[in-house]
């Protein structure tokens, strides 16, 4: 009575893993400051439960399987802001982002097949693969280049012909960084060039910085009836518990596939959706005071990085995340050294270490996500615990 | 730019595809009746939406990946009632049954192993089993038994070195069987033998009629290493929209390679898990109500159906299905043939052709399923347009 050999060999999520060490820290009596977790600490605009307080059906039904069509609606209309346009049955609604990717993954790739991740990447992409014996091959991006791509050439030379599609995320998670439009035009022309699907993860499109420009692969004519959207309401809006998602795309084809895997699972929780609706009718000044919100934290964080010594951190423009490269031996090692033996004042920090998050073997060892969903006060606390603690870390590498 | 073979190759739901006939028949101006969907019209008890409506966090966050302690509990709490008894770590929360589902086939086979099912079965099983490469094999049951399994010897010779797991439901959709404590304890035994898991859907455990024992396979001690349970609050508290689910197993380190696929796609909505802990806390007597009016409903179908010359149903005893032969030549074309050109004063009624039931080619072609899932009244009108759609229906086969 074996597992399979898919589930045996899935890695640990390694933004959760070292939770025990958490809980060990806050047993002793520690204050615990969590950078390690993408979880905003911004308030739900209250529409989502005034909407889902005012149901009143006698019986919750099944939802359909597709979504209900008064939230695509306003997913149609929400999209016309960024220049896209979709029909009804251009959009399915999902449990989560997650779902949407790993639905969007099982219908482009058999097993055996790979597809094609910038790294470092989100981690559960790797998961979902794994659960579905889709192998994850990477296009390294570094610390030095502010993970922006490489260039075209060394892309190519990562694509064979398993290589079913690109799957990333933009504004990257857990990079922080923001695509050009040279850069999503590049990557549309190779998957041109190339047959390949685009499977792009935009759950942080509002979250761009610096007052740059943001490049949606739904703006890219040419490769329309490739390119399949993720997205969520979970950091949008703030509202990750309510596990609302979509998939857009106008490969018509594609959609009619996707909706067998819908019907299989049903339906997605009818009052999320009733809330989902309202969130997205959200008015547009909500982001504005976001952004702001999150481009002072990113200031923060940023300016606190480059003032410890052997830390290296290209100012990152999107999400909420910054991936940096720290002078320790292992950030792991320190990350659980942090929780295990050291405070200031009976606080310290948690990270996520970054070597889950790449593909390649031995990278990342040296590099941590923080996630900067604290508040400005407690975020300048947290990161000077950081530096302190690296300060005083017996293992660093200056 | 190729779909992947195991989405093309996964069969639309036999239940929803023929979903536009039954809108044509409406956009005619005709009434209905829906047979075809295990929607059911129960009231869903109060006391999930009141929970729901006295949620008051700012944020609405991500919950635990393996679903909030409170629900967990309650869930110990309920299975106590059948002699069941789970710790915390025995009990994960899935999105509906359907995750659960899948979940559960991923963790015990690989991409060509199979699971083998007894037929007809709920037809999501294979869905969810093409999705991830594993093949359905079946145990013919048959509408003459009453859809009991047949001798061991015949279901032992469908077992091979690929057979990973039994799947199965019981009480049985579409067939509305209960197995007996000896049916049970032949595949605990089977299970033991050839060292295979079973997962056992007992979503309908509470709808059994006549008075019958119900056998869980979490009764039986020998196999509780082997045993998973997925249950969901759809059926059972009538809150199919919610799409709160779980699996329960005794096997600790299965449990822990589950949680890995949960920790991939976060959490179960949050909202959901808070009223499904009051629906879980339910007093027994709403089940003595609710049965006896699905035994009033199950009767009359049965009954109704005995007075059709050519149809051949023994007396289901539990869930709320009945499995038909009917005597026409293809239960599909029947069903197009009642919704695109029959009525009855204007009325007419939608069934779920079983033929999608099996795995077996050429089973159920003249087979239904009917889910007395509407109140007595409109089930009898439903049952006497039936009667008159088979003596008019020109292909019939008596």
């Known amino acids: 009575m074996n597992f399979s050999k898919r589930i045996t060999s899935m890695q640990e999520s390694p933004i959760r893993k070292l939770v025990p060490y958490a809980q060990g820290a806050k047993a002793q009596g520690k204050k615990v ?21 005012s149901f009143d059906e006698k019986v919750l039904a099944y939802s359909l399987s597709q979504g209900m069509p008064e939230l695509i609606d306003a997913m149609i209309n929400y999209y016309k802001k960024y220049d896209m346009d979709f029909e009804q049955d251009d959009i399915l609604i999902t449990n989560g ?8 993954i099982i219908a482009v790739a058999d097993a055996e097949d790979e597809i094609l991740v910038p790294e470092p990447f989100y981690t559960n992409y790797n998961g979902f693969s794994s659960a579905v014996d889709v192998k994850v091959a990477s296009i390294t991006c570094k610390a030095e280049d502010g ?17 079913k599609a690109f799957v990333l995320s933009n504004p990257g ?8 439009a040279e850069e999503v035009q590049m990557l549309a022309d190779l998957a041109r060039e190339y047959n390949l699907f685009i499977i792009a993860d935009e759950v942080y499109r509002e979250f761009v910085y610096d007052g740059l420009g943001y490049t949606s692969f739904g703006n890219i004519k040419e490769v329309e009836d490739r390119v399949i959207i993720v997205d969520s309401v979970s950091k949008r809006y703030s509202a990750c518990g309510a596990r609302i998602g979509s998939i857009a795309s106008k490969n018509k084809e594609l959609m009619k596939q996707i909706l067998k895997l819908c019907q299989g699972r049903l339906c997605v929780p009818t009052l999320e959706q009733i809330g989902a609706i309202e969130l997205y009718k ?3 000044d909500y982001f504005e005071s976001v952004n702001k919100e999150y481009e002072k934290r990113r200031n923060i964080v940023y300016e606190s990085l480059n003032d410890i010594p052997g830390v290296l951190c290209k100012k990152p423009t999107g999400a909420f995340y910054v991936n940096a490269k720290l002078p320790v031996d292992d950030a ?17 920090v948690m990270l996520a270490p970054s070597e889950g998050f790449y593909a390649t073997k031995g990278l990342g060892k040296d590099e941590a996500r923080i996630a900067y969903v604290l508040n400005e006060n407690d975020l300048k606390k947290a990161m000077n615990i950081l530096k302190k603690a690296i300060e005083n870390y017996p293992n660093r590498t200056i």
């Open 33 to 53: 400051y969590h950078l390690n977790i993408g979880q905003p600490d911004i308030e739900t605009p209250d529409s989502f439960m005034e909407s889902i307080r």
């Open 97 to 104: 982002g997650s779902e949407a990717l790993l639905f969007s």
């Open 147 to 163: 993970f922006h791509l490489p260039d075209k050439k060394t892309i190519e030379e990562a694509i064979n012909p398993k290589t």
């Open 173 to 180: 998670n857990p990079t922080g960084v923001v695509y050009t």
């Open 282 to 284: 959200t008015p547009e």
């Open 332 to 348: 792991e090692k320190f990350t659980i050294w942090m929780l295990k033996e050291f405070d200031v004042d009976g606080e310290t």
